[in-house]
């Protein structure tokens, strides 16, 4: 069974982003299926890097855009994007110096910090782009 489910990762309205947040669940959900399969590092590691990458485009593109808005929320939302990063690029590290394999517990914050910034940072940020017109 998947880690995350993408017909349960809730719309914020903002049709790219909705799109790179389901590419965000189908890679940690090939990770979960590498993991499965036995963890083989010659998988893990190159997907580990895709979430890395995929993980900060994403948040550039967010904060582009919600500075071109104005949204009064940035400055929070970037240093939580911040945090985040730090956090994903501190397991990447971690595993390319041999120091840590991928499991469940890795696997869990993961989906665990995707599913927090969908539904309560992302999703306030949609709310507030539709409240106010902006697209």
């Known amino acids: 069974m998947a880690l995350l489910n993408s017909s349960v990762v809730p719309s914020i309205g903002i049709g790219v982003f909705d799109r790179e947040h389901l590419e965000l669940v189908e890679t940690i959900n090939e990770l979960q299926a590498a993991v499965d399969a036995g963890g083989e590092r010659s ?39 911040q ?16 120091d840590s394999t991928m499991n469940m517990h890795s696997l869990n914050f993961l989906r665990d910090w995707l599913n927090s910034h969908i539904q309560n940072d992302d999703l306030n940020f949609g709310l507030w782009q539709n409240e ?4």
């Open 132 to 135: 106010h017109g902006k697209r």
């Open 83 to 98: 945090r985040l990063l730090e956090q994903l690029n501190a397991l990447l590290m971690r595993y390319a110096r041999d």
């Open 43 to 81: 998988a893990i590691g190159p997907l580990l890097s895709k979430l890395a990458k995929d993980t900060k485009a994403h948040f550039l593109s967010e904060e582009a855009m919600m500075a071109a808005s104005k949204y009064p929320g940035l400055a929070l939302h970037r240093m939580k994007h």
